[in-house]
Protein backbone atom coordinates (compact mmCIF):
# COMPACT_ATOMS: atom_id res chain seq x y z
CA UNK A 1 0.00 0.00 0.00
CA UNK A 2 1.71 3.17 -1.18
CA UNK A 3 2.11 6.22 1.42
CA UNK A 4 2.18 8.56 -1.53
CA UNK A 5 1.59 12.33 -0.36
CA UNK A 6 -0.97 12.65 -3.26
CA UNK A 7 -4.38 11.03 -4.56
CA UNK A 8 -3.85 7.85 -6.89
CA UNK A 9 -5.22 8.78 -10.36
CA UNK A 10 -7.56 6.06 -10.91
CA UNK A 11 -10.55 7.63 -11.56
CA UNK A 12 -11.27 9.98 -14.29
CA UNK A 13 -10.93 13.79 -13.85
CA UNK A 14 -14.66 14.17 -14.34
CA UNK A 15 -15.53 11.46 -11.63
CA UNK A 16 -13.01 12.77 -9.18
CA UNK A 17 -14.81 16.40 -9.41
CA UNK A 18 -17.69 14.37 -9.13
CA UNK A 19 -16.69 12.31 -5.85
CA UNK A 20 -15.23 15.89 -4.52
CA UNK A 21 -18.51 17.87 -4.85
CA UNK A 22 -20.11 14.75 -2.95
CA UNK A 23 -17.71 14.88 -0.46
CA UNK A 24 -17.93 18.51 0.29
CA UNK A 25 -21.64 18.09 0.59
CA UNK A 26 -21.22 15.31 3.17
CA UNK A 27 -18.76 16.82 4.67
CA UNK A 28 -21.22 19.90 5.31
CA UNK A 29 -23.90 17.98 6.26
CA UNK A 30 -21.93 16.72 9.03
CA UNK A 31 -20.77 19.96 9.80
CA UNK A 32 -24.71 21.12 10.52
CA UNK A 33 -25.40 17.91 12.09
CA UNK A 34 -21.90 17.94 14.63
CA UNK A 35 -23.09 22.19 15.52
CA UNK A 36 -26.85 20.66 16.40
CA UNK A 37 -25.54 18.35 18.30
CA UNK A 38 -22.89 19.78 20.38
CA UNK A 39 -25.30 23.06 20.61
CA UNK A 40 -27.89 20.56 22.05
CA UNK A 41 -25.52 18.95 25.04
CA UNK A 42 -23.83 22.19 25.78
CA UNK A 43 -27.79 23.80 26.53
CA UNK A 44 -29.45 21.02 27.71
CA UNK A 45 -27.07 18.77 29.54
CA UNK A 46 -25.56 19.26 32.95
CA UNK A 47 -21.67 19.18 33.38
CA UNK A 48 -22.34 15.68 34.61
CA UNK A 49 -23.86 14.29 31.89
CA UNK A 50 -20.90 15.41 29.55
CA UNK A 51 -18.49 12.48 29.25
CA UNK A 52 -15.31 13.78 26.97
CA UNK A 53 -12.50 11.80 25.95
CA UNK A 54 -10.30 10.61 24.02
CA UNK A 55 -10.51 7.35 21.45
CA UNK A 56 -8.16 5.85 18.78
CA UNK A 57 -9.64 5.42 14.79
CA UNK A 58 -7.30 3.00 13.36
CA UNK A 59 -6.08 4.38 9.59
CA UNK A 60 -5.29 1.19 7.70
CA UNK A 61 -5.37 1.55 3.98
CA UNK A 62 -5.17 5.59 3.86
CA UNK A 63 -2.62 7.17 1.92
CA UNK A 64 -1.10 10.50 3.61
CA UNK A 65 -3.02 12.62 1.70
CA UNK A 66 -6.23 10.99 2.39
CA UNK A 67 -5.05 10.95 6.45
CA UNK A 68 -4.22 14.60 5.98
CA UNK A 69 -7.84 15.44 4.61
CA UNK A 70 -9.79 13.25 7.27
CA UNK A 71 -7.74 14.48 10.15
CA UNK A 72 -9.04 17.92 9.13
CA UNK A 73 -12.27 17.29 8.87
CA UNK A 74 -12.61 15.48 11.75
CA UNK A 75 -10.89 18.81 13.54
CA UNK A 76 -13.25 21.19 11.77
CA UNK A 77 -16.45 19.17 13.12
CA UNK A 78 -17.43 20.41 15.95
CA UNK A 79 -17.48 18.04 19.15
CA UNK A 80 -13.89 16.20 17.30
CA UNK A 81 -10.39 17.21 17.11
CA UNK A 82 -8.05 15.62 16.25
CA UNK A 83 -4.71 14.76 18.53
CA UNK A 84 -1.99 13.04 16.87
CA UNK A 85 -1.03 10.16 14.66
CA UNK A 86 1.20 7.26 14.99
CA UNK A 87 4.44 7.56 13.75
CA UNK A 88 3.33 4.34 10.93
CA UNK A 89 0.49 6.33 10.27
CA UNK A 90 -1.92 3.65 11.24
CA UNK A 91 -3.99 5.24 13.88
CA UNK A 92 -4.94 8.66 15.00
CA UNK A 93 -6.09 10.04 18.29
CA UNK A 94 -9.14 11.74 18.41
CA UNK A 95 -10.81 13.82 21.72
CA UNK A 96 -14.80 14.04 21.25
CA UNK A 97 -16.71 15.62 23.05
CA UNK A 98 -18.98 13.10 24.12
CA UNK A 99 -17.15 9.76 24.54
CA UNK A 100 -19.73 7.68 25.74
CA UNK A 101 -20.10 5.37 22.89
CA UNK A 102 -16.37 5.87 21.08
CA UNK A 103 -17.64 2.80 18.67
CA UNK A 104 -20.56 5.16 17.49
CA UNK A 105 -17.95 8.28 17.12
CA UNK A 106 -15.80 5.57 15.27
CA UNK A 107 -18.79 5.05 13.03
CA UNK A 108 -19.58 8.45 12.48
CA UNK A 109 -16.48 9.48 11.34
CA UNK A 110 -16.62 6.10 9.21
CA UNK A 111 -19.47 6.89 7.55
CA UNK A 112 -19.95 10.77 7.74
CA UNK A 113 -16.13 11.51 6.33
CA UNK A 114 -14.01 8.61 5.31
CA UNK A 115 -16.35 7.03 2.90
CA UNK A 116 -17.64 9.90 1.01
CA UNK A 117 -13.68 11.17 1.40
CA UNK A 118 -12.74 7.83 -0.59
CA UNK A 119 -15.03 8.00 -3.07
CA UNK A 120 -13.38 11.24 -3.74
CA UNK A 121 -9.67 10.13 -3.70
CA UNK A 122 -10.14 6.24 -5.21
Known sequence: MSKSAAPSTSNSWPARVV???AFGLHFSRELVLANISVAKSVLLQT??????GFLTYPLTGLNRFEILMLTHS???????????ISADFTELVVHAFDARDPDG???SIKNGLEIPLLAWTR
Open 19 to 21: GFL
Open 105 to 107: VRA
Open 47 to 52: RADLAP
Open 74 to 84: ITLTPGTTSVS
